[in-house]
């Protein structure tokens, strides 16, 4: 070994050389080195800067799959973990602690080839013109100082979530909860136990104990509905044993602005929660639109009383409802000239209109597929090889596969249809002809294609597509440079060639909502409901292997163990 190390050494200052050694030893043995080094010097691979900002279910999903060790990376997020969103409202009621669904960011990434850098620090705007990121540190020290730092992009990952969105009703910011973040579940698990201990003291009236014991939770959706079935749990199987004296007291409203909580649900879902709330003596109030939030008190227009404005009194009021888009959004989205919009336009591939360089995905996103009518004389064209003015169903068929591609809608019309392919639908528009003989002209095309734009429809705010995104936006970068040489994409129908890469495609994995006592109601891929105690234990066993460490996972389970032992704790640590 020590041999082989003089003649690395000794090797070095002839590296651009072929060189052979022999060597003799005392002993008369020989060795023979051998060296061959390359002719052009090692070209130095240029690293691309990309910024994420965010650490949420996108952004961490981004940052998982990535490991193209050409990029470097800056990570801007004001928290310096990824919280399991899905189980904050097991979080307010103590079924499961706070550290058990929340990862650090910097074990996430810590082993990947890829060079990743971490600032705790909150954007305060984009500068897209020139290509910068102006940050403000978050922490502060004792001073209570907050620095400013800017930083440059080639990439620039926006994946910030979204807002709280009150709708502008009076009150709300200033007196109602949201669950949004980790911090919000324990403030909520702290003001239940608050409520609790405050409706025991001996000066306290019954009507007063009425009132503080009266949680409102506005939002029948997803995250409301949930949060309404724990804190139902937590009161009937801990809370009334350790406060006895007023249990009778205790009252759950569920406001919702609909005709039906779950509205993106199955309607046997939706009956179903609907029907066990009112059982489990949970109040359920649809077409009550809440208007007005008071210290005490919460207006609400009834839709389905012709307007008619009520007041209800209640001691914790929760809001679920609606998402909003943040100041540098909003700056952001003025700048390249998407204004009064909700959310960022994206392309198909995730990259921001009007911009080469800036991907948005998640909650501050959404993706602007492009209608086939807008394209249909490009279409046409394309598809025309012969020039004859015609399409045949041949001619149709070779470009069939890039137009579902490009425009997923033509695939869902035509399963909505129940027609078998292409053919089928010009057929359709054409009448009785066979279907080899078939030959449409641009207005024929235009006719049979009339409904299809039909099937288009926006992606749900949800951590399942969030997630996605972020994994086929990784894979994407991963696989940039051998993508412009060989794109994978569909036909340029506005251009020439093909795209890069394969559109993205949300694939919808099935979606859950625990409806309390053990029971969970799931909506499966096939149109497939399942609900009851079964579906309990399914749910149970994927958010358990959804964790994103197993730290994560073997702390969940440890939670949901203790709680099935001892109990929730009504502690307000």
């Keep these: 070994m020590a041999t082989f190390t003089f003649f690395q050494r000794l090797s070095r200052p002839f590296r651009d050389h072929k060189l052979v050694i022999l060597c003799t030893t005392v002993s008369g043995g020989g060795l023979l080195a051998y060296c061959e080094a390359s002719e052009a010097a090692v ?87 020139n290509r910068k990121v102006f940050c403000r540190s978050n922490i502060s020290n004792n001073l209570n100082e ?178 909003g888009t943040r100041p540098f959004i909003k700056d952001f989205m003025s700048q390249i000239g998407q204004i009064n919009r909700r959310a960022i336009a994206t392309d198909e591939w995730l990259r921001v209109e009007a911009t080469s360089n800036v991907y948005a995905l998640g909650d501050c996103a959404t993706i602007n597929q492009r209608k086939v009518m807008e394209d249909i004389a490009v279409i046409f064209k394309k598809a025309d090889k012969d020039n004859s003015g015609t399409l045949t169903v041949k001619e149709f068929q070779e470009v069939l596969d ?55 429809k926006f992606l749900p705010a949800t951590a399942q597509v969030a997630s996605q995104q972020g994994t086929y936006l990784a894979k994407c970068f991963n696989r940039m440079e051998e993508c412009e040489k060989n794109p994978e994409g569909p036909l340029r129908f506005r251009g020439e060639g093909r795209h890069r890469f394969k559109p993205f495609r949300y694939k919808h994995l099935g979606q859950f909502a625990p409806l309390g006592g053990e029971q969970t109601a799931a909506q499966l891929p096939g149109d497939w409901v399942s609900i009851g105690h079964s579906s309990q234990w399914l749910w149970y066993s994927v958010y358990a292997s959804k964790q994103v460490s197993w730290r994560t996972r073997a702390l969940v389970v440890s939670d949901w163990t203790r709680r099935f032992i001892f109990g929730r704790d009504s502690s307000q640590i």
């Design 43 to 129: 070209v130095p691979v240029t690293e691309k800067k990309v910024v994420v900002l965010g650490t949420g279910w996108a952004g961490t999903s981004f940052l998982r799959n990535l490991d193209n060790p050409r990029y470097e990376v800056h990570v801007v997020s004001p928290r310096n973990y990824f919280a399991f969103t899905p189980l904050l409202p097991s979080v307010t009621c103590g079924t499961v602690e706070a550290r058990s669904v929340v990862e650090p960011v910097r074990n996430i990434f810590r082993k990947k080839k890829v060079n990743i850098q971490f600032s705790e620090a909150e954007c305060l705007k984009i500068d897209a013109a």
């Design 146 to 323: 907050k620095e400013e730092f800017v930083v440059d992009y080639d990439y620039l990952i926006i994946a910030v979530g979204a807002n709280v969105n009150t709708f502008n009703t009076p009150g709300v910011m200033e007196n109602c909860h949201f669950l949004k973040e980790v911090e919000d579940a324990q403030k909520i698990r702290r003001t239940v136990i608050d409520c609790f201990e405050r409706a025991s003291l001996p000066s306290v009236s019954e009507e007063e104990k009425k009132r503080i014991l009266h949680f409102a939770i506005v939002g029948g959706g997803p995250t409301g509905v949930e949060f309404a079935a724990s804190l139902h749990d937590f009161v009937t199987e801990d809370l009334v044993k350790l406060y006895p004296g007023i249990k009778d007291l205790v009252k759950i409203t569920l406001l919702e602005a609909g005709d039906h909580i779950l509205g993106m649900f199955d309607k046997r879902i939706t009956a179903f929660a609907e029907d066990k709330f009112r059982r489990d003596g949970i109040d359920v109030k649809t077409g009550s639109m809440v208007v007005k939030v008071s210290e005490k008190e919460i207006s609400t227009k009834e839709m389905k009383n012709g307007g008619e404005i009520k007041t209800i009194p209640y001691g914790m009021a929760v809001w679920s409802t609606g998402i």
């Design 402 to 456: 890039d137009i579902c591609e490009r425009y997923p809608q033509v695939e869902l019309y035509l399963k909505s249809k129940q027609l078998h392919d292409i053919a089928d639908l010009m057929k359709e528009s054409k009448g009785d002809v066979k279907k080899e003989s078939i030959e449409l002209n641009i207005e024929e095309l235009k006719t049979a294609l009339s409904k299809v734009d039909s099937q288009m």
